[in-house]
């Protein structure tokens, strides 16, 4: 069990590295995304290595910062709350209901969406495309995620100001 030293610690390096997260994946998705991802472009991606790169860190990133918020940040938080920590779907839940997270449906739904942004796998360049601006229009709710429960902490004297 983590004493709360430990525990103050881990949130600290925890807020370090979503803060860094958010800053990459928000950088990546402006050059990405310039303009619309479309069907041509995915098309492209075996010729472009430039554009093949953007779309492995967009992909990663999103995907990471998912990661770290969901599985780690979350569960720290509310350990850091005197909350139980439990199954990711009852944490999302918790989650919602401190007005963290808009929604714990839509958060998993998001989860689902960077199977479909693997683009070695996908053959059809219009589910890639649509999986990629779908991805793009919701980062906000990830980074939206990150940084309330930042804000939180800090508020709360948890971690220094990041």
Known sequence: MN???DLRQRLQFLARVVAREVAHAEATDQ?????????VQALAL????DLAERV???VSRFGRLQDTVGDKLLPAWLAALGEPVGPMTDNLD???????IESAEHWMALRQLRNRMVHDYIEDPAILADA???????????????????????????????
């Open 3 to 5: 004493t709360p030293a």
């Open 31 to 39: 050059r990405l995304f310039a303009v619309p991802f479309t069907p």
């Open 46 to 49: 075996r010729q472009d290595a």
């Open 56 to 58: 492995d860190a967009f």
């Open 94 to 100: 918790r989650a919602e209901r401190w007005r963290i």
């Open 132 to 162: 990629l601006q779908t991805a793009h229009a919701h980062l906000h709710i990830l980074a939206r995620a990150a940084r309330a429960l930042l804000a939180d902490l800090t508020r709360r004297g948890l971690i220094e100001e990041h």
